[in-house]
T-cell receptor, first 114, second 111 residues
Framework: GAGVSQSPSNKVTEKGKDVELRCDPISGHTALYWYRQSLGQGLEFLIYFQGNSAPDKSGLPSDRFSAERTGGSVSTLTIQRTQQEDSAVYLC????????????FGEGSRLTVL | TQLLEQSPQFLSIQEGENLTVYCNSSSVFSSLQWYRQEPGEGPVLLVTVVTGGEVKKLKRLTFQFGDARKDSSLHITAAQPGDTGLYLCAGARNAGNMLTFGGGTRLMVKP
């Protein structure tokens, strides 16, 4: 499809395990965002990639969280030594960078840490 | 403290009622967007406003950007059950800058 694709859609893991979440943005979109959303709440900004610029990592909650974007396209969010409070929906969005750039979101990856 | 404060956080109304959701900040934004999110899906853009004082209408939804470009409102006339969802405002401080989201307003419209 032509939309933002995220995988896995659901992930259940045990406390202490590492997880990787993947995002395939819309082709040609130079900006990519990761957000975290707890049950029914707003979006918590995690990290922002824009072209070849250094990513804005100011939203990452701890050093257990990291993300990379290879070749300006696919992005992977890695959470090491998961904790129960990491349980949430992780949303990826991409956009064209312009004054009124619309964000196109994936359906999210629901992470449950037991 | 969030850069964008939305109110109310929760709203439960009967079908046919009117409502207004607010998005406020002490910062100036070059543009502001409203999104709606339904369960199990990502947010979807409803509208973008860029000019202070701008009013945009989308069927029964009316969006307004404050004159000083620090706040916005969303007014829904004659709400329908299909309007149920999480409404999110998002602002960009500068052109091409990343978007910051408010905490959201969860709306439930009962038939």
């Amino acid at each position: 499809g032509a939309g933002v694709s995220q995988s896995p859609s659901n992930k259940v893991t045990e406390k202490g395990k590492d997880v990787e979440l993947r995002c395939d943005p819309i082709s040609g979109h130079t900006a990519l965002y990761w957000y975290r959303q707890s049950l029914g709440q707003g979006l918590e900004f995690l990290i922002y990639f824009q072209g070849n610029s250094a990513p804005d990592k100011s939203g990452l909650p701890s050093d257990r969280f990291s993300a990379e974007r290879t070749g300006g396209s696919v992005s992977t969010l890695t959470i090491q030594r998961t904790q129960q409070e990491d349980s949430a929906v992780y949303l990826c969005a991409s956009s064209l960078v312009r004054r009124t750039g619309e964000l196109f979101f994936g359906e999210g990856s629901r992470l449950t840490v037991l | 403290t969030q850069l964008l404060e939305q109110s109310p956080q929760f709203l439960s109304i009967q079908e046919g009622e009117n409502l207004t959701v607010y998005c406020n900040s002490s910062s100036v934004f070059s543009s502001l967007q409203w999104y709606r999110q339904e369960p199990g899906e990502g947010p979807v853009l409803l509208v973008t406003v860029v000019t202070g004082g701008e009013v945009k209408k989308l069927k029964r939804l009316t969006f307004q950007f404050g004159d000083a470009r620090k706040d916005s409102s969303l007014h829904i006339t004659a709400a329908q059950p299909g309007d149920t969802g999480l409404y999110l405002c998002a602002g960009a401080r500068n052109a091409g800058n990343m978007l910051t989201f408010g905490g959201g307003t969860r709306l439930m419209v009962k038939p």
